[in-house]
């Protein structure tokens, strides 16, 4: 058992690329412990975790419905929900919801409002009526405006008021005669969003203008147009204690298949609470969001509103205060969010996992109702302290095959358990590559008011842990740390080349030409490599050499380790000879002791040549100038011949240097006057060497 406090985070710390080294996930502000599964648990925007309301779902008494889409409370507290595909009201009744109405002309239930006998007007969609049903379920319908759609009721005690679409059209109806009469028109296509302000004024919002209206509702209506929100929509209204809430959207939507409208084409659940827009022709076409964001703002005395809340990702469906909080729902991830209207601090409250709540109402504290698409469900909110809370953290990835240290917890104000798991593949729901859930016990008390126990899973590369909250615990999690060490992995070699003063064979190259002042020979050979380093840990190189038939290693690098991929091996003064170069890599530098792994690689031999080619046999046979030219180790590649004042390339007279020993026969110059001259012949062979040779010759 832990001492804990209320809500979960998952940090996870950045380390250090690929060492090594023990890491750690940190879990203490609010975005690390977002993306785990929540039942009950909250997540304050000030970090932790918290127990809050479980949701539980309910059993229906009928065939599910496409979605649920609106739910309502009676001053008698009994619950109605209004369902689409197909439309239909029903009464929670304990655990279970019970079918009490089916409205087999309609496609959705849109908006449900109880009026002064506790009956409920129901607004519909597509043929704009409003029905009014009791309790039990009887039924009739009250009026018929001239709209397809109407998006919102609202009762003022008198009138009631129907926001509608696709003409943005607000009418005001007699509940019990059913006279209806236009009061205003909003100039766009939908007025999505009503609320009473007070007497004789309602609050209106629109789309595809996120308008806010105030509506004088007179003989003659007027309007005041409050504030006109970046966005498309208008989705929810509040109004308490002489302020605004309003859920604000901004969508893109995908169309889907048309269809007339004629109910029964209405058959599968529209995929989103996006409105279902109509054309003049009554064809409604169904459009899901695609992507979206949406803010919660509230509005005081001077009309200027202020961001509560902001999804970068995600839309609000409703938004509600209740208990001293706003609460709003998101119809993408299936959260609701509270939202303290004092210092903006806010935290997740509950999580479906149909991730798409369309409407919910907080009774108290202790207990709502949630109603949800992308999957129809009603789900009883609690907070009685009867059932046990949990927090399933999201699966953490280590990478690669790792073994697992201390879980520590930092909890207040009462008792949590702990659990926890390893695995081998990102999803858990493969249970048969995943270890059980195990307790987390026997902890001790660290610095920093954590407490310590070791994990008990085996190595492996993911993992989770699990928090319970027993029944009336309020503990509160402020921070969870736990500690893994991946697994070495060994850096691999995989290429050596070579480059500067070398012979021998190697890639297709050409023979330089001999120029008239060759450049200085340094001797320096250049050493090149290519290594694979799986795991990105720090490494450093050894370089060294021995000359083929010896049986011992000779360090070429020093002492100091080499950390780039290249040396420059200054071989002039080393023996002629042929020789192998070996590379050795070692991460180290990254890991500890004897978790060290090293490799090495061994080039192809290497020809070491430091001495000129040797110049032998030359002399004079009539106009013909013949010699012999010849290196110990390399290939020649190229010969010059000076016979007075200029340099001319000459070639062997098989016509190809392709060895150590060529023989040359070269033409004397046209018109060499008889006597004596000097010939002077340049040679070099492909490791770089050149020498030069001057002889005396009589013609």
């Known amino acids: 058992m832990y001492k804990t406090t209320i809500f979960t985070l998952i940090s996870v710390l950045s380390f250090a690329a690929g060492a090594s080294t023990t890491r750690q996930w940190h ?67 304990g655990t279970k919801l019970v079918k009490i109405a089916d409205l087999k002309a309609e496609v959705l239930v849109t908006s449900i409002t109880e009026l002064k006998n506790g009956d409920l007007a129901v607004a519909t969609i597509p043929n704009g009526q409003i029905y009014r049903i009791t ?18 009721l609202v009762y003022d005690g008198t009138w009631l008021y129907a926001g509608t679409g696709p003409k943005s059209e607000l009418f005001r109806i007699n509940p019990d005669t059913g006279k209806s009469e236009k009061i205003w028109d909003a100039g766009q296509e939908h007025i999505l969003s009503l609320a009473v302000e007070k007497p004789g004024y309602i609050l209106a919002g629109t789309a595809p203008k996120a308008r806010l209206y105030r509506i004088k509702t007179g003989a003659k209506a007027t309007h005041q147009l409050l ?85 970068r990702s995600g839309f609000f469906t409703k938004v509600q205060f209740s208990g001293g909080f706003i609460h709003a729902s998101d119809g993408q991830s299936g959260q609701i969010y509270q939202i303290n209207p004092v210092d903006y601090s806010g935290a997740i409250m509950l999580e479906t996992e149909e991730r798409q709540v369309l409407d919910y109402i907080l009774i108290d504290e202790k207990q709502g109702i949630a109603v949800t698409g992308d999957g129809a469900a009603c789900y009883r909110l609690l907070r009685d302290g009867k059932d046990k809370v949990t927090y399933e953290s999201k699966v953490m990835d280590a990478t690669r095959a790792s073994s697992f240290g201390m879980f520590m917890i930092n909890v207040t104000g009462g008792n949590v358990d702990v659990e926890t798991r390893t695995g081998t593949v990102n999803d858990p729901k493969d249970d048969k590559l995943w270890n059980p859930w ?17 994990v008990k899973g085996p190595a492996a590369r993911f993992f989770q842990f699990r928090i319970t909250w027993p029944a009336g615990s309020k503990a509160r999690v402020n921070a969870v740390k736990v500690f893994f060490l991946p697994a070495n992995m060994m850096p691999r070699l995989m290429d050596i080349a070579f480059s500067g003063a070398v012979g021998g064979s190697g890639m297709l190259r050409l023979d330089p030409s001999l120029l008239a002042k060759p450049g200085l020979r340094n001797g320096d050979i250049y050493i090149n490599w290519k290594f694979y380093n799986p795991d990105g840990d720090m490494h450093y190189f050894r370089v060294f050499y021995r000359r083929v038939g010896e049986k011992n290693w000779r360090l070429l690098s020093g002492k100091k380790p080499v950390t780039s991929t290249s040396y420059k091996w200054q071989a002039l003064h080393y023996p002629d000879g042929i020789y192998e170069v070996k590379v050795e890599v070692d991460d180290s530098p990254s890991n500890a002791g004897g978790t060290a792994l090293k490799s090495s690689l061994v080039s192809q031999k290497l020809v070491v040549d430091n001495t000129a080619p040797l110049l032998t046999a030359l002399r004079v046979a009539g106009n013909k100038l013949t010699f012999s030219a010849k290196d110990n180790l390399s290939r020649l590649t190229a010969v010059s011949v000076k016979i007075g004042h200029h340099w001319r390339i000459v070639m062997p007279k098989d016509g190809m240097f392709d060895s150590n020993a060529e023989e040359f026969t070269v033409d004397l110059p046209a018109g060499l006057k008889k006597g004596t001259h000097i010939v002077s012949v340049r040679i070099m062979d492909e490791a770089g060497n050149v020498a030069t040779f001057s002889q005396e010759i009589t013609r």
């Open 27 to 93: 879990f203490e502000k609010y975005m690390d412990f977002k993306g785990g599964k929540s039942q009950g648990a909250m997540l304050p925007s000030t970090g932790g975790l918290i127990p809050g309301l479980r949701a539980v779902k309910t059993e229906t008494s009928d065939k599910v419905p496409g979605l649920f889409y609106t739910v309502t409370r009676t001053k008698n507290g009994k619950i109605f929900v209004g369902s689409g595909d197909f439309a239909a009201m029903w009464r929670l009744d």
């Open 135 to 152: 309790q039990t379920g009887k039924m009739k319908i009250i009026a018929k405006l001239p709209a397809a759609h109407i998006w919102a």
């Open 227 to 311: 504030y006109d929100f970046k966005g498309n929509e208008v989705r929810s209204i509040e109004y308490k204690n002489k302020k605004i809430f309003v859920a604000v959207n901004n969508l893109t939507y995908r169309a889907t298949t048309s269809y007339s409208s004629n109910p029964s084409s209405f058959r599968t659940a529209p995929p989103s609470p996006a409105p279902l827009m109509a054309n003049a022709r009554m064809v409604f076409q169904r459009r899901k969001v695609a992507n979206g964001s949406g803010s919660v703002y509230t509005i005081g005395d001077d009309n200027e509103p202020e961001i509560l809340l902001s999804l």
């Open 438 to 454: 195990m307790k987390q016990a026997g902890g001790k008390l660290v610095p920093g008011g954590f407490t310590a126990s070791p």
